[in-house]
């Protein structure tokens, strides 16, 4: 549990009377004439309501303002705590808190009134997951209240961390989706804000609820190992204070602290690396808390000349701060048989990395070394709900890295970032135009995943390039929104060429007759479905066809008989034409998986099938070369090469061949152990009707750790 918040977390699980609640209220914060004031108001407006558990309903605004009393100790957010959920629950107006709280309380209460009301109402579209559209809601109408202050935010987290401690009270389906929700939204925002007192103790408290099993393991073993790790802390702990005296420092001038990482973390380790508990060498850590920054370095020479430090854990956060505004030198080392991961930062620091934009209320630090651009800069308005959702919480939820440009100005990027994630981090136009890169000085791809640390210079065209089939591999959502909106433009350009193109081989007529036809039919904003939508096609065809006929000045047995549009099947592919198609073939320069969109070009009797956003096909579709309607064949096997970490476990393969089994998949090879980095790696290729990757490696997530799945399907290859 967090230091920071751990005794008044333990207090507010044993409060349960509003006398309780207003004495641990006034223990945390000096009770102000308006913070009585605000208190009187909110039990009188809650009289008589009660909580799931049974307890008086004051007494949870009464806990949430405690809370932000620890975290914030601003006066103006703890009476906005005790009023936030009197103007939703009570005939009370927010006017009334206007007028006798001030504007400062009224709007913050106004913001956190909104986000409820936002919550309850009936703004599902149809057809979508009800769950993810009612988190997506809450969080972004919570970043839309937030950009004009973002003290909306903490005593939001705040409520939620209170909501978390007294979920017990609620059915278990009701937990789960709290949790849930707490852990994909709240969770993310209170590690942008920087408070990780509160990031640290919602994750620990969603993960009891959403995976029991994962967390009694980890606690189980944590707890039957606790005396083991208190001595070897309070050994190293000793070792280090000596050297620190030693090396200059005045005794009680530092100070060092032992802690067990917090359960989530250790969780989402195992899960990522594949291991087991009993696997991750760095369940340990210490702080060390000096009173300069020069002096964080001083103690990491100290460390590192007495404890043989692991080099490629070393990160300086002091020089270069996250945009959250941490500021910690991070190093790991070996202690005989111990390793020790050990976090090096001044008082001031420390204040920031608990409590981060709070700290700027709570310890008066003047402006406050968080960025919340973030806030303003997301792109609230040009998603659906569940697209917004999607994008931001990568932004918001992963762990950052640090790069540079060449003239040393650092970005911040979340881990697993590209160089095209940095080109758009940099500038929309650079990253538009990004045509290269060198990474360290050496060349690189634009897909290449960048680290923390790396020097990135972007090699730019004269003219935009589309990326439109690397929207998937970007991680950031300024990168994939600025991509999408660019490629649904052009891929409706290239349909509405297409369409044309099509109809003009249907036709046998020249793509301006054709032009001229659409317009007269009214057809002109729709006709791009053409090439999208076969039912669309014919239906367009048909009506040529009819007008043709009306417009005939010869009687009906002298006409030539209708062009009628036939079915070409191929291996891969189907065709729809007027006239006969004998062949399929490629071209070089583009190389369409199974499902990408893709377009076809008339060269006699032969079909040439392009990717649609093939530079290439670009040309010749602007050349007016005649295509042909066309799409993938029906379901067939998709062939898949997966690479598994396996439990050392008895009976670990056949647990996974058994699965494959049940999901009606076929093996065809199998490599185990030999000639694989590790004996527990296992790489299969395997075939399935399944054609969507994503929800394939979905299928193997639940059981299996899956550390690469690659496509083999490639239609060139058949």
Same mark, same amino acid.
Do not use: W
């Given at each position: 549990m967090n230091p920071a918040l751990e005794p008044i977390v333990e207090l507010i699980h044993a409060t349960k009377t509003v006398e309780e609640a207003e004495k641990l209220l006034y223990e945390t914060i000096d009770p102000s004439e308006r913070i009585v004031e605000a208190l009187e108001f909110a039990k009188k407006a809650h009289e008589g309501q009660a909580r799931k558990s049974g307890e008086p309903y004051v007494v949870h605004p009464i806990l949430v303002a405690a809370i932000t009393a620890r975290i914030s100790a601003d006066e103006t957010m703890v009476v906005a705590a005790l009023l936030h959920d009197v103007v939703e629950d009570t005939p009370h107006t927010i006017e009334e808190i206007r007028e006798r709280f001030g504007e400062d309380v009224a709007k913050l209460v106004e913001g956190l009134t909104k986000i409820v009301e936002i919550r309850e109402s009936e703004l599902i579209p149809s057809g979508s997951d009800e769950r993810l559209v009612s988190s997506a809601? =809450?969080?972004?109408?919570?970043? *839309?209240?937030s950009i004009e202050d973002v003290r909306v935010l903490v005593i939001k987290l705040c409520d939620r961390l209170h909501n978390m401690l007294t979920l017990d009270a609620l059915p278990p389906q009701k937990q789960h989706r709290i949790a849930e929700e707490t852990l994909v939204v709240y969770a993310p925002i209170a590690h942008r804000l920087?408070?990780?007192?509160? %990031?640290?103790?919602?994750? &620990?408290? =969603?993960?009891?609820?959403?995976?029991?099993?994962?967390?009694?393991?980890?606690?189980?073993?944590?707890? =039957?190992?606790s005396q083991d790790f208190q001595i070897k802390? !309070? &050994?190293?702990?000793? %070792?280090? %204070?000596?050297?620190m005296v030693h090396s200059g420092f005045k005794a009680g001038s530092f100070e060092i602290f032992g802690r067990i990482k917090h359960y989530y973390s250790i969780y989402l380790k195992m899960q990522r690396k594949g291991i087991g508990i009993d696997e991750i060498l760095d369940l340990l850590a210490v702080r060390i808390l000096v009173e300069k920054p020069i002096q964080c370095y001083d103690a990491l020479g100290t460390l590192h000349l007495h404890f043989k430090p692991l080099i490629a854990r070393f990160k300086d956060y002091v020089a270069l701060p996250k945009e959250n505004g941490y500021q910690t030198l991070h190093t790991t080392v070996f202690d005989d048989t111990s390793i020790i991961e050990a976090q090096i930062r001044t008082y001031e620091m420390h204040k920031m990395a608990e409590y981060g934009i709070a700290a700027h209320w709570k310890y008066k630090l003047g402006e406050s070394a968080v960025n919340v651009e973030w806030l303003k800069n997301l792109q609230y308005q040009n998603e659906s709900i569940e697209e917004f959702y999607e994008l931001v919480k990568n932004d918001l939820y992963s762990e950052d890295i640090s790069v540079f440009t060449p003239a040393g100005?650092? *970005?911040?990027?979340?881990?697993?970032?590209t160089v095209l994630d940095f080109a758009y981090a940099v500038h929309t136009q650079v990253g538009e135009r990004a045509t290269a890169a060198l990474v360290n000085k050496r060349a690189a791809s634009l897909l290449t995943e960048l680290k923390n640390g790396d020097l990135v210079r972007i090699i730019t065209a004269d003219h935009p390039i589309y990326h439109c089939t690397w929207i998937d591999a970007v991680k950031t959502s300024r990168a994939k929104s600025h991509m999408r909106t660019r490629c649904n433009q052009r891929k409706k350009e290239i349909d509405r060429m297409s369409a044309i193109n099509i109809l003009s081989d249907t036709f046998n007529l020249l793509p301006p007759e054709v032009e001229e036809w659409v317009h007269e039919a009214g057809l002109g904003d729709q006709i791009y479905r053409v090439a999208r939508d076969l039912s669309f096609f014919k239906e367009v065809v048909n009506r040529f066809l009819e007008s043709k006929k009306a417009r005939s000045l010869l009687p009906t047995i002298f006409q030539l008989p209708p062009r009628r549009i036939k079915r070409y099947n191929f291996e891969n592919f189907v065709i729809h034409a007027a006239d006969g198609v004998s062949k399929v073939e490629f071209d070089y320069c583009c190389h369409p998986k199974r499902n990408d969109p893709i377009v076809a070009f008339r060269f006699g009797n032969r079909a040439v099938v392009h990717h649609k956003f093939c530079e290439k096909a670009y040309s010749w579709i602007r050349k007016r070369t005649p295509m042909l309607f066309v799409e993938w064949s029906e379901s067939r096997l998709m062939r898949y090469r997966i690479l598994i970490t396996l439990k050392d476990e008895k009976g670990a393969l056949a647990k996974l061949l058994g699965f494959l089994a049940k *999901? &009606?998949? !076929?093996?065809? =090879? *199998?490599?185990?152990? &030999?000639g694989l980095a590790q004996s527990n790696l296992c790489e299969l290729v395997i075939e399935s009707k399944e054609h969507d990757q994503t929800r394939m490696k979905a299928l193997l997530e639940r059981r299996f750790k899956v550390i690469e799945m690659v496509n083999l399907t490639d239609a060139y290859k058949q």
């Open positions: 809601l =809450s969080f972004r109408k919570m970043l *839309i209240c920087g408070i990780s007192a509160l %990031k640290n103790m919602l994750e &620990d408290l =969603s993960f009891y609820y959403l995976f029991p099993k994962e967390y009694a393991k980890i606690d189980a073993y944590i707890t =039957s190992h802390l !309070n &050994d190293f702990i000793s %070792k280090v %204070k000596t050297l100005d650092q *970005i911040t990027l979340p881990r697993g970032a *999901i &009606d998949t !076929n093996v065809i =090879s *199998i490599k185990l152990g &030999d």
